[in-house]
């Protein structure tokens, strides 16, 4: 009051003044209504100032207490400096941070009451615009434009905590706990930009998770009387969305590179996208499996989308499970290389990896209705060491839909199967169609399968048989097979029906230090001449038919256990039943007593070497 006095009175003897000299002239009556004017301009921002002054202390006492009691104490709001702007109605806190109480969190943890995340943050400025500050002051009514952290550092530390039994907690929504200090608070967008994300076990203090470029959107946020109960929104705003980029790892093993373009979610859409996930092994195929001492499968991913819809965010913040209508695979280019050198670990059964054994291990609760596979290419390929060369076979565009992904109790108690209908281009140029029925609940890993193969060349076979089989197929043309097989754990069982003309082989012997495999030539000749039937059917004959018995050993993987129950088919039919198939097991003896031939044939040579020059 004092000041707006002062300039009361400086304006009363400017006005005298002029009167006195002037007497009212025009010329000094508008000099005067001017000053006026500045002058009472110069007291309303003088006083507006005033005001500032004034109410930062208050701001920021009413900011930092209102944080540390809402949160029990378990919080403690800290900054720099704030910048107030009545006329606008913006805050800013520099130097923020936000720091948990580990003591009071101890405590929280004997009453077993506390949240199993506790929050760190850091950051330079924190913005509020136009924020109704009157309105907050006088009616307890919180309204602001936006709230934004800008590039902000936070530690989620998670702790494994007990909870009292629900009957002894107060059942009392986030609105109702506050309601007594704050009526309503409206803000229109929350913004976190480019924050560092560290998420940490803190029953270790292990860093199990570093994320950098995260950026949150909070929109429409409203928590009044009426929100606590709106069933539309998450978290009392209208949506919550997310957008990771440029994440990048290293995985455990240091053996391969984690890359992700972009991830992004939406509470409203119910959706999560990620574009371009790469996994990149850190060395080429054989130097990265000479790495183990045991066999162990490289993987080259690129997905260059994943998506998953009708995600139930709310379920799985409550309680864990995951719900989403489905997931899309794709396009994507898969590359899997195995080196048969290696023995598999000792004691280790790959049915623990067959993919509907894999998904009980999942951690958490998961339904996914439909799996849509879409435009996926494969490449799996293997090292010989008999024939020191690489076989591949491909498959392309894979595609189609697997029903009912679920290792859910409930979901199984309704249905335990999940169902796969496939479709690839095998070997770029036959399209293989085929249905797997997964049985989720058996424990012997039962699954059956069944489908058929189109007309093919057999000789675009030859750069899987040759280096693989040491086969090479000189003529042959299949005109269609068909398949239907019932496999577990312990191997399969079924029928293999395979049609075809005009079949001719070669039987080749392995070349040396990686030298091009040689024709075995009068085997070559037994085998046409005695062995394979060169048609199915033969002329005058009805079609012959294959009954397949499979027995697995433990170092066979679901694909092998898949494709060799239907390759033994139609061996069988073209007349080399009578052959036997090498288990992996017995192929790895060949391997290391050919390994050792070589080593022996390599010391042989120096020796001769060293006499030579002796």
């Not at 806190?93 to 943890?109: F, G, Q, R, W």
Request: aromatic share 8%; proline share 4%.
């Amino acid at each position: 009051m004092t000041i707006f006095k002062c300039g009361v009175e400086i304006v009363r003897d400017i006005d005298m003044q002029m009167f006195v000299y002037k007497n009212e002239s025009g010329k000094y009556r508008l000099r005067k209504w001017v000053i006026a004017l500045l002058m009472l301009l110069i007291i309303g921002i003088t006083g507006v100032l005033v005001l500032m002054a004034r109410w930062k202390p208050i701001i920021s006492k009413k900011l930092k207490d209102g944080v540390y009691n809402r949160s029990f104490q378990l919080y403690k709001l800290d900054f720099s400096d704030m910048s107030v702007n009545l006329l606008t109605g913006s805050i800013a806190l520099h130097e923020v941070s936000l720091i948990p109480d580990t003591a009071v969190y101890n405590n929280l943890k004997t009453l077993r009451v506390a949240p199993a995340n506790i929050f760190g943050v850091k950051l330079k400025k924190l913005e509020l615009n136009r924020v109704a500050l009157l309105r907050a002051y006088f009616k307890r009514e919180i309204e602001a434009k936006s709230i934004i952290l800008d590039n902000p550092s936070i530690n989620m530390t998670h702790y494994t905590v007990k909870k009292l039994p629900k009957e002894m907690m107060e059942d009392k929504t986030l609105y109702q706990l506050i309601s007594n200090r704050i009526g309503s608070i409206d803000i229109k967008t929350i913004k976190i930009i480019d924050a560092d994300f560290d998420y940490i076990n803190g029953d270790n203090s292990r860093k199990l998770h570093a994320i950098k470029h995260l950026s949150i959107n909070v929109n429409d946020f409203l928590m009044d009387s009426v929100s606590q109960f709106d069933t539309t929104r998450y978290y009392y705003a209208r949506d919550i969305g997310f957008e990771l980029t440029g994440y990048k790892s290293v995985s455990k093993d240091k053996m391969y590179t984690m890359k992700v373009d972009t991830i992004k979610g939406s509470a409203l859409g119910k959706s999560i996208d990620i574009t371009g996930l790469q996994m990149i092994p850190m060395y080429p195929d054989l130097e990265f499996s000479r790495k183990h001492t045991y066999g162990k499968d490289r993987y080259d991913l690129k997905f260059n989308r994943i998506s998953l819809s009708g995600v139930d965010f709310a379920l799985f913040d409550a309680k864990g499970e995951l719900y989403a209508n489905a997931l899309t695979l794709g396009p994507a280019k898969v590359n899997i290389f195995v080196n048969r050198e290696l023995p598999p670990p000792p004691n280790f059964d790959k049915v623990r990896n067959f993919p509907h054994v894999a998904l009980k291990r999942l951690e958490i609760p998961a339904i996914v209705d439909t799996v849509k596979l879409n435009n996926i290419d494969v490449a799996y390929t293997e090292y010989n060491p008999i024939s020191q060369k690489r076989g591949t076979v491909y498959f392309q565009n894979l595609s189609g839909n697997i029903l009912n992904v679920t290792n859910d109790s409930t979901q199984l108690a309704k249905n335990n199967h999940a169902v796969a209908n496939l479709s690839a281009l095998v070997m770029k140029t036959s399209r293989i169609n085929v249905q797997i029925d997964f049985n989720l609940t058996d424990k012997n890993a039962a699954f059956s399968y069944n489908g058929n193969v189109a007309p093919m060349n057999m000789q675009v076979l030859n750069p899987m048989a040759k280096n693989m089989g040491l086969v090479e197929i000189e003529s042959g043309q299949m005109q269609k097979a068909t398949f239907n097989i019932n496999a577990n754990a312990k191997g399969s069982q079924g029928s293999v029906h395979f049609y075809y003309t005009d079949l001719k082989i070669k039987l080749l012997k392995e070349g040396e230090e990686g030298m091009a495999p040689k024709k075995k030539g009068f085997l070559s000749f037994l085998a046409n001449k005695l062995l394979i039937e060169d048609a199915n059917p033969t002329k005058g004959k009805p079609a012959r038919s294959a009954n397949v018995t499979f027995e697995r050993t433990p170092a066979a993987s679901f694909f092998s256990l898949m494709w060799k129950s239907v390759f033994i088919g139609m061996r069988e039919t073209v007349g080399l039943g009578a052959v036997p198939v090498k288990t992996p097991e017995e192929a790895m003896e060949k391997v290391k007593s050919k390994k050792e031939e070589r080593q022996q044939k390599r010391e042989d040579r120096k020796k001769e070497q060293e006499k030579e020059q002796g």
